[in-house]
């Protein structure tokens, strides 16, 4: 030990301890001997009243509005905060009962000692002001306002979709929320949520042990004003909207109708529909478990989910593949003996002129022309085999948007189905089958099934002469842009000049001067086309369909309707669509076509169906 | 022979400062625990929270400790300036690549990781130093060698200042406990802790109450220097007749003189008088003493003056922010208060673990790292607080007994780095939670949340238990 300073450990030792010692006592004055802190503590209690933003509004297209919000309030309870209180008083301003108080009171500090739990949801003003002014007595409690959703049109239940409160699996997936947020459960208040929601905000007061307010926390320092949700333009027409419900009431089926130059949606009418006031609130609960037990089954939307098979207006599809293949040509025809017969296999077929070319086999509806012609399709032996030849053909169904989402802005859309060669392999072994065994899907059945919407949106392309817009119902979103997804055309595999021999067969469906399968749906000056299907359902009555487009050229409206167990085409699907049509272009139904009108909104098949209504669902 | 030397290391290795340290990181684990509860994510190894993110620094720090352990100490002897050079060199970059955080850049942010150089520069300049002053042709009076030792200290200081970040810079100036054990004369150390002292009260202490404390200071300091217990005593009794008579005389006099006014001239009459005794009996430190009486008067007073008319408005609120005032929109120094009631709460046993709602509901700002004394102080009490400080009380005496067994000035030298580094940090961080020290972020080392900390700390201790370790074989 060479160093002189080595004695400096000690001072240096006693400057470490000297410090120590003197925050010691000033932690034992601080901690043991003044009481003031505790009590400032106690005193000390912060409230985090969160700031709901009010939603966004609904309007469509026109500007009507479809949805806003009204003031609603919750009594929310933080657990950490509360202090023993009169149950009885606060039961008899709330009008609950003491078990009600315990279990929500056990739920809330189950799901956290410090944050607010919603106590009791939504009471009125009238209470709200009464507990007000008694509020002190219940520390720990306090008003949180919250908005409900208001609509001034009982319409477009499903389109519009509600609103509840998110549960656990959405808190995961989205930490942004905390129980007892409000979130759009289905439709457009699930896809546009976080267009709606706004951003949530916050403000921090100071409570003392009285729960009376003291004051903002730190002059407010940490609160965030909430930001109310964007307003929204839907590209629905509320009046047609409306008409469609109406002529849909007491059927089931949907009807899908398409602005074709823009992919708009101008109307998705899906029935029996629901009441949207139904699911707000307090009466949600009971009403969803109401609805939900209903067998015609009002919250399922037809619309996109439901799976149909696309009956004889799939004809127009392989119409134009067949053409595109050249296996044929616009002049082509076909003799028609009134029935189309393979060995033991024979598909009837209506009487009608014969021979028919495109255009007249389309107006007609003649099976026998297009099983001759997708049967010739599959066989060609350019292909090599049959099931290079259906590949070719399924490509082909498949670039009209069907077998997949169409991606519309709706959640749970369905897909439908557009059988592979797989499938068929399955059944009958891997090229051991023949074109007869899936000639079936010349007319549009067997394994094939479309959603209306997807219907809707071939109808549009066929209007637009080969291509699409994703169906989308946003047309507007204030302070941002809508996905550019829903500007890009999306082509068809088909050229363009053959949609014409296909569109004057849709023209002479309705038009036609020796026969159209669909003149009912004739409207004065309007030119429409249309293609009748009748939708062979193995569980039932047929459905009757029918796709349709006006005015022939710059088409602003196409559509595609369903109406379960109606029969034929022409019966319900094709008037129903017409006058969809005139309601929209026209704006009224001609004096001339009101016994029309009447009889569609008469027509009833849900009360003659009630027995096996709940076998409907496919 | 490999084999025989490692197996000495681990059995050399002081396995009491190990435990301590783990049971303080621990503590800090829990504390940071409890400070960022969330109910949602209630798991203490929930990565996506600052608990679960700390185990992992924790694990890294682990890690690294052993790899100090298993590194050839003559490493650190070697490459010391290298070190030095390279932290300096970070120092500069960060000024240019580092990312703003609460307007000082002071952090690299690598990814998820974000690294703070200033951590590592205490280190760097430790190891420097007891690489500088441990060769044995250095005095430390030589002016040659107490300039270049300030050289190595004060340009970290500059480069951390310009990010900027006080409280990390201010931590240097602990070196000079270390210049003091190594023979600096204990005046420097002194004046040193007593303008720091002086310079915060200033601002924060009326000037009255500031005279009167220079004075009793002054008076303690000639009663020090008179060394002798019988003249001790008749000092004290001619102070205490001076200054009663200088009261009397204002009393009978009746002057409208404030009362703290009419103290301080007593005892500044007092101890003049006990000047001019202790000078005229040749007492020799007495003049030094009354230099330092007025020059703490006019540092005192050229503090204010500074402060008031030649710094710039934003240079006075960074300083204000420093002090505690300026973030405090309730009027008085709002998070000393908030720190302090939350310690106060806690009582004697404290309101128990994760029930504390002063740190629960965010009255106290950066509860997990500055702050986390707070939760302590709160949720374990009197008790819970006297333990920690225990276990700090243990660790630096310990590292004392370590440093002080060294055979190589170079490893005493740089343990006695490490305690004041320690030390500093330990005062600074809860001197400010209980409101006797103005608010400097530094965080109390092993408990604050945050990896760059922790990492720094580590490596600091274990390659002095690596020294230490290898004590018998290391000699220069």
Request: glycine share 6%; hydrophobic share 45%; net charge neutral.
């Amino acid at each position: 030990m060479k160093d002189h300073f080595s004695d400096r450990k000690y001072i240096i030792g006693a400057m470490i301890m000297l410090p120590v010692l003197f925050f010691i006592i000033r932690l034992f004055i601080l901690q043991v001997l003044d009481p003031s802190y505790q009590l400032s503590a106690s005193s000390n209690v912060l409230r985090n009243v969160t700031q709901y933003p009010s939603r966004g509004l609904i309007y469509d297209r026109t500007g009507e509005l479809l949805v806003y919000n009204e003031p609603a309030y919750d009594l929310m309870v933080v657990p950490a905060q509360l202090a023993p209180f009169d149950t009885a008083e606060f039961c008899s301003i709330l009008e609950i009962d003491k078990e009600y108080v315990d279990t929500e009171i056990a739920r809330a500090r189950e799901y956290s000692r410090f944050r607010s739990s919603v106590f009791l949801k939504q009471i009125s003003a009238l209470t709200y002001a009464v507990l007000q002014e008694k509020m002190y007595k219940f520390p720990g409690f306090y008003v949180q306002p919250r908005t409900l959703r208001k609509y001034p049109k009982d319409i477009a239940a499903h389109i519009l979709g509600y609103v509840g409160e998110v549960d656990r699996r959405m808190i995961e997936e989205n930490p942004g929320y905390v129980m007892g947020d409000y979130i759009g459960i289905t439709g457009v208040e699930k896809t546009y949520e976080e267009e709606l929601s706004g951003e949530k905000g916050v403000s921090r007061f100071l409570v003392d042990v009285h729960n009376r307010v003291m004051g903002s926390y730190q002059d407010g320092r940490f609160d965030a004003p909430a930001v109310v949700g964007n307003d929204i333009t839907l590209s629905l027409d509320a009046s047609l909207q409306a008409y469609g419900e109406k002529l849909m009431q007491n059927k089931i089926g949907s009807i899908v109708a398409i602005e074709p130059s823009t992919g708009e949606i101008l109307s998705l009418v899906s029935t029996p529909t629901y009441h949207p006031e139904l699911l707000v609130g307090r009466v949600r609960t009971r009403n969803f478990r109401q609805l939900s037990s209903d067998t015609l089954n009002p919250l399922f939307n037809r619309a996109l989910m439901a799976h149909y098979p696309a009956g004889s207006t799939f004809k127009i599809v392989n119409g134009l593949i067949a053409l595109q293949e050249g296996i044929i040509d616009d002049v082509t025809s076909q003799t028609c003996p009134g029935h189309y017969t393979v060995g033991r296999l024979t598909i009837r077929c209506r009487h009608h002129v014969t021979p028919v070319a495109m255009a007249a086999a389309i107006q007609v509806s003649c099976n026998t022309y297009f099983c001759h012609i997708f049967r010739d399709l599959l066989d060609h032996p350019k292909y090599g085999s049959v099931t290079a030849g259906f590949n070719v053909w399924r490509d082909h169904v498949r670039s009209f948007g069907l077998g997949e989402r169409l991606d519309a802005d709706f959640p749970n859309e369905l897909r439908g189905f557009v059988p592979p060669a797989t499938y068929y392999d399955r059944f009958y072994g891997e090229n051991r089958w023949r074109s007869l065994q899936v000639v079936s899907l010349a007319l549009g059945q067997g394994e094939l099934s479309v959603t209306p919407i997807q219907m809707a949106n071939i109808t549009a392309a066929i209007a637009n002469r080969g291509f699409y817009i994703t169906p989308h119902i946003l047309k507007d979103v204030a302070n941002s842009d809508i996905d550019p997804e829903f500007r890009e055309k999306k082509y068809t595999t088909i050229d363009s000049i053959w949609f014409e021999p296909v569109i004057e067969g849709m023209y002479r469906a309705v038009h036609g001067p020796d026969g159209g399968t669909a003149r009912i749906a004739q409207v004065q000056g309007l030119d429409i086309c249309g293609k009748t299907g009748t939708a062979e359902n193995p569980h039932g009555d047929d459905h009757s369909v029918f796709l349709a487009f006006a005015p022939r050229n710059n088409p602003q409206i196409a559509i595609a309707v369903y109406v379960e167990n109606a029969g034929f085409g022409a019966t319900m699907a094709a008037p129903i669509a017409s006058l969809m049509i005139e309601k929209y272009l026209n704006g009224e139904i001609a004096g001339n076509r009101k016994w029309l009108e009447q009889r569609m909104l008469e027509a009833d098949f849900i009360n003659r169906l009630v027995a096996d209504a709940d076998e409907q669902e496919n | 022979m490999q084999m025989n030397r490692r197996i000495n290391i681990w059995r050399n290795l002081d396995w009491l400062t190990v435990i301590v340290w783990l049971v303080l990181l621990i503590i800090g684990w829990i504390s940071i625990y409890s400070a960022v509860y969330d109910d949602a994510h209630s798991s203490i190894f929930d990565t996506s929270q600052r608990y679960g993110k700390q185990l992992i620094w924790m694990i890294a720090a682990v890690v690294i400790a052993f790899s100090v352990i298993l590194t050839d100490n003559k490493l650190f002897l070697f490459f010391s300036y290298f070190f030095y050079g390279f932290t300096i060199l970070l120092l500069i970059a960060v000024l240019f690549f580092g990312t703003e955080v609460n307007s000082s850049q002071s952090w690299f942010q690598f990814g998820g990781i974000q690294i703070q150089p200033a951590e590592f520069a205490k280190l760097a300049t430790a190891l420097a130093l007891a690489q500088f002053l441990s060769n044995t042709k250095r005095k430390i009076h030589d002016p040659k060698v107490l300039v270049n030792t300030s050289f190595i200290i004060l340009l970290p200081v500059m480069l951390i200042l310009l990010q900027p970040d006080v409280g990390s810079s201010l931590v240097f100036f602990s070196f000079l406990l270390v210049l003091y054990r190594e023979g600096l004369t204990g005046w420097v150390l002194f004046f040193f802790i007593l303008f720091c002292v002086l310079s915060v009260l200033a601002l924060l202490m009326n000037e009255i109450n500031m005279l009167a404390l220079l004075v009793l200071t002054s008076f303690a300091a000639i009663v020090t220097v008179l060394r002798n217990a019988k003249l001790t005593i008749r000092g004290l009794l001619i102070f205490a007749a001076v200054a009663g008579i200088v009261i009397l005389f204002f009393r009978l006099a009746g002057t409208d003189i404030i009362v703290d006014l009419q103290l301080v001239i007593a005892a500044a009459a007092a101890s003049l008088v006990l000047f001019i005794i202790s000078a005229i009996g040749r007492i020799s430190n007495a003049p030094l003493v009354l230099g330092f009486l007025f020059t703490a008067i006019i540092y005192t007073y050229s503090v204010d003056y500074v402060f008031d008319n030649v710094l710039m408005p934003h240079q006075r609120s960074r300083i204000n922010i420093v002090l505690g005032f300026e973030d405090d929109p309730l009027g008085q120094s709002y998070n000393i208060n908030q720190s302090k009631i939350a310690i106060g709460s806690g009582g004697l046993t404290g309101r128990g673990f994760l029930q504390g709602t002063q740190t629960k509901f965010n009255f106290v700002p950066e509860q997990s790292t500055d702050f986390i004394f707070c939760t302590i102080g709160e949720e374990w009490g009197f008790t819970g607080s006297l333990v920690l400080l225990a276990l700090f009380v243990l660790l630096l005496l310990r590292l004392l007994y370590i440093a002080e067994r060294q055979r190589s000035s170079y490893a005493r030298i740089y343990g006695y780095s490490v305690i004041a580094i320690f030390f500093t940090h330990l005062v600074v961080n809860i001197g400010m939670t209980i409101g006797v020290v103005p608010v400097i972020g530094i965080p109390l080392p092993f408990i604050s949340y945050g990896g760059s900390s922790l990492w720094a700390f580590t490596i600091m201790l274990f390659i002095l238990l690596r020294f230490d370790a290898a004590r018998m074989e290391f000699l220069r």
